[in-house]
Structure formats: structure tokens, C-alpha cells
């Protein structure tokens, strides 16, 4: 039972690059996430998917762009990289929006130099 | 804004010792979450709680919801409980507190 499966684990990119960060669980969790992860800050909410076929902004939505493929996989791609994107990007589902567990992946560390 | 708040900030503490994590939140929520963060960047779910106390070995969990206030404790700190121990909660989405760093020395 491999959870919660994101990649890459690792990426550099340069200023201006694109990318597509990868999610995908096996729980059949209707509700996915992607968070980043900032010193001193607590994690943040990217953009959501409540149910397969919606995606909803979060709190720092901007320059990124998200697809809910079906129920298993949540990508998050960013257009056009900048290196206030540095940061370390959590995914994570749980089965509904309120009173679940969440489970997370092992994150991705984002460096755009 | 922070709708989680989270002390201290970061704990040193001694193999054996009792330690407790605060929490305190400002918004309504359906329940409280304590989650791990080792080094290595890994989150797991340690307790999800909506009243009361919850215990898993020697982790105990309580709320406090007229107070909004949670405490996380550990008993018997070992070195392999040092982490980054989040507090988040779920009204409308989650809110995430910033975290604890607790360092358990031998």
C-alpha cells in the first residue's frame, strides 16, 4: 500500500522553465491538496480538489495551475517558474474535506534558480 | 493572519523527560489535527481529534474546545521522538500552525 506517491522527489529549474509536479494515491480519497512548505511558515495551500472533476484555489494560488486526471491523480504544473516558487511542495488527500485524516506525500524540494 | 498558533517554537529536552506542545487556533473547526515531520521532510498523521483526549502509545492528544486550546505531550522523551510536530485544524479547509522542533538529547 504505497499512500500517498508524488515525483519528482528532487528537481532544479531555471528561471522561466515549466513543470508538472506528479500525485497519486491508492486509498481512493476523494479530496487531494498541494501544499508548500516555507521556513517559518506553516504549510500553505496551493489548490484543492474536493472531488474528482473540481479544483478550487487556495491561499497562493498564483502561478500555478492544477489537474485532477481522475480520482487516483492530482498534478500541479507551474508555467513559468521564478524563484519565489523555491520551496518544498507537499501533496496529500484524505477521504472528505472535513473530519478525515490526511495522508502526505514525501515531498517534492523545488529549487528556480 | 494566523489561525493557528503553535508554542513554543522550538524544545530541547533531555531523554526521559515529559514535554507538551501547545496549540491554540482562532477559527471554528470540525477537528484538530497533530501531524510529524521528520528530517527528511516525511508527514505522517498522529492523531486527529474533535474532544477530549486521545493516546497512542506514548503520545497523549487533548482539546480543549471552549478554549480552543490543544496539548500534545510525549512521555518518556526519546531521542527518536525529535521531529517537527504540526498542530492543524479543519474548518472550511485546513490551517496549518508553523510547527515545534523538538530536539530529544541522549
Known amino acids: 500500500n504505497a499512500g500517498v506517491t508524488q515525483t519528482p522527489k528532487f528537481q532544479v529549474l531555471k528561471t522561466g522553465q515549466s513543470m508538472t509536479l506528479q500525485c497519486a494515491q491508492d486509498?481512493?480519497?476523494?479530496?487531494m491538496y498541494w501544499y508548500r512548505q516555507d521556513p517559518g511558515m506553516g504549510l500553505r495551500l496551493i489548490y484543492y480538489?474536493?472531488?474528482?472533476?473540481?479544483?478550487d484555489k487556495g491561499e497562493v494560488p498564483n502561478g500555478y495551475n492544477v489537474s485532477r486526471l481522475n480520482k487516483r491523480e492530482f498534478s500541479l504544473r507551474l508555467e513559468s517558474a521564478a524563484p519565489s516558487q523555491t520551496s518544498v511542495y507537499f501533496c496529500?488527500?484524505?477521504?472528505?474535506?472535513?473530519?478525515?485524516?490526511?495522508?502526505f506525500g514525501q515531498g517534492t524540494r523545488l529549487t528556480v534558480v | 493572519k494566523n489561525e493557528v498558533e503553535q508554542s513554543p517554537q522550538n524544545l530541547t529536552a533531555q531523554e526521559g523527560e515529559f514535554i507538551t506542545i501547545n496549540c491554540s487556533y482562532s477559527?471554528?473547526?470540525?477537528?484538530l489535527h497533530w501531524l510529524q515531520q521528520h528530517p527528511g521532510g516525511g508527514i505522517v498523521s498522529l492523531f486527529m481529534?474533535?474532544?477530549g483526549k486521545k493516546k497512542h502509545g506514548r503520545l497523549i492528544a487533548t482539546i480543549n474546545i471552549q478554549e480552543k486550546h490543544s496539548s500534545l505531550h510525549i512521555t518518556a522523551s526519546h531521542p527518536r521522538d525529535s521531529a517537527v510536530y504540526i498542530c492543524?485544524?479543519?474548518?472550511?479547509?485546513?490551517?496549518f500552525g508553523t510547527g515545534t522542533s523538538l530536539t530529544v538529547i541522549p
Open positions: 496529500a488527500s484524505s477521504l472528505g474535506l472535513k473530519n478525515t485524516e490526511a495522508f
Open positions: 486509498m481512493n480519497h476523494n479530496s
Open positions: 480538489s474536493a472531488s474528482e472533476g473540481t479544483t
Open positions: 477559527v471554528g473547526i470540525s477537528a
Open positions: 481529534l474533535s474532544s
Open positions: 492543524a485544524v479543519t474548518g472550511n479547509q485546513f490551517y
